[in-house]
C-alpha cells in the first residue's frame, strides 16, 4: 500500500492518502497465525451478538463450537481486538495511569444540534492475513461520521489524526465525549481539543451506554462491509470502509432522525447555525 521508493510522494503524503499514521508504516506489528486470526474473528463476530460476554463466558462458547482453547489465550485475544464484557463499563483500551481524566458532562444535557456533542471510538478491523484498527469521530445529534483512521497500532497519533480533519472540515464542536482508552487521555489528543476550544469529557463508570450510537456503527459496518469482504490488503480495507461509510452518511435513512440521512440531518440542522452566526 505504502512504496518508500516512490518517485513523487513522500511516506508522509502516501500515508496522508491512505488515512493510516507514518507510525503504523514505521513500526511491524507482531503476526498472529492464521488460525489464531480466525479465531478473533469468531470472536468478534460472538460479541456483536453477545456484548455482556466477558472472557470465561465467551471460552465457553468457543469451546461449544469445537474451539480448544483455555480462558488466558481468550482473555489476551480480546484485549487485542479491545472487548470489555458492557457490565465492566466497555473500552478500547485501559485508561493510563499518568494521563488527565477529565469529568464526564453530558449527564442530564439535553444533545440536539449538530456540532454539540462529538464522540469517537474504535474498532477491530479483521481482514485475510492480519487486522487493522479504526476510528471514527461522530457527530452525536446526527449520527454522521465526520472523519476515520486505519492504523495496525493502538498508538495515539492516527486518533489524532482523524480528530484534526474532522476539525479542519467542519469546525470545532462545543464538547468532545470519550471514553477513557489511553488513546483518547492522551495529552496530544485532548491538547488539540483544548487548543480548538472544545470542553474534554469522559465517560465514567458505568456510562457505557454512551457509547452506543458507534457500537451500532461498527456493527452494521461489519456487518455489511468487513464480514463480506476478506480484504487482502490495507488499501483494499481503507476503499471498502470508505466506500460503505459514504453509503451510511449519505444513503442510509435513520428512523431516529425522521427518515433522514446523516448528511441530511447535518446539513438541515447546522444550517440556521450558519445563519445564526
Known amino acids: ?26 513500526r511491524e506489528p507482531k503476526g498472529e497465525s492464521m488460525e489464531t486470526l480466525a479465531l478473533m474473528r469468531v ?9 455482556f460476554y466477558g472472557s470465561r463466558q465467551m471460552t465457553r462458547h468457543l469451546r461449544r463450537l469445537g474451539h480448544d482453547v483455555g480462558s488466558k489465550r481468550v482473555r489476551r485475544l480480546m484485549q487485542k481486538i479491545g472487548l470489555c464484557a458492557i457490565y465492566r463499563a466497555p473500552r478500547t483500551s485501559e485508561p493510563h495511569p499518568g494521563h488527565k481524566i477529565y469529568p464526564y458532562l453530558l449527564r442530564k444535557l439535553a444533545i440536539d444540534r449538530p456540532n454539540q456533542v462529538w464522540c ?7 481482514m485475510r492475513r492480519g487486522f487493522l484498527y479504526l476510528v471514527a469521530i461522530m457527530d ?4 454522521k461520521v465526520l472523519a476515520w483512521r486505519l492504523s495496525n497500532t493502538m498508538e495515539a497519533d492516527f486518533c489524532v489524526d482523524a480528530l484534526k480533519d474532522a476539525l479542519a472540515e467542519f469546525g470545532p464542536p462545543e464538547i468532545f465525549n470519550t471514553d477513557q482508552g489511553i488513546q483518547f487521555t492522551s495529552l ?6 483544548i487548543e480548538a476550544g472544545v470542553r474534554v469529557s469522559m465517560d465514567g463508570r458505568g456510562r457505557w451506554m454512551d457509547n452506543v450510537f458507534i457500537e451500532r456503527l461498527w456493527r452494521s459496518l461489519k456487518y455489511e462491509c468487513v464480514f463480506l469482504n476478506a480484504f487482502e490488503t490495507g488499501g483494499e480495507a481503507r476503499a471498502g470502509i470508505g466506500r460503505w461509510i459514504d453509503f451510511y452518511n449519505r444513503r442510509r435513512p435513520h428512523s431516529s432522525l425522521g427518515g433522514r440521512t446523516p448528511d441530511e440531518a447535518y ?3 447546522a444550517e440556521p447555525e450558519r445563519l445564526a452566526a
Open 1 to 26: 500500500m505504502i512504496d518508500p521508493d516512490h518517485g513523487r510522494l513522500s511516506i508522509a503524503r502516501q500515508c496522508e492518502l491512505a488515512s493510516i499514521s507514518r507510525a503504523s508504516f514505521y
Open 43 to 51: 470472536i468478534d463476530e460472538t460479541f456483536l451478538d453477545c456484548p
Open 120 to 126: 469517537a471510538d474504535i474498532t477491530y478491523i479483521p
Open 140 to 143: 452525536w445529534a446526527t449520527r
Open 188 to 193: 496530544a489528543f485532548t491538547q488539540t481539543l
Open 267 to 269: 446539513a438541515i440542522n
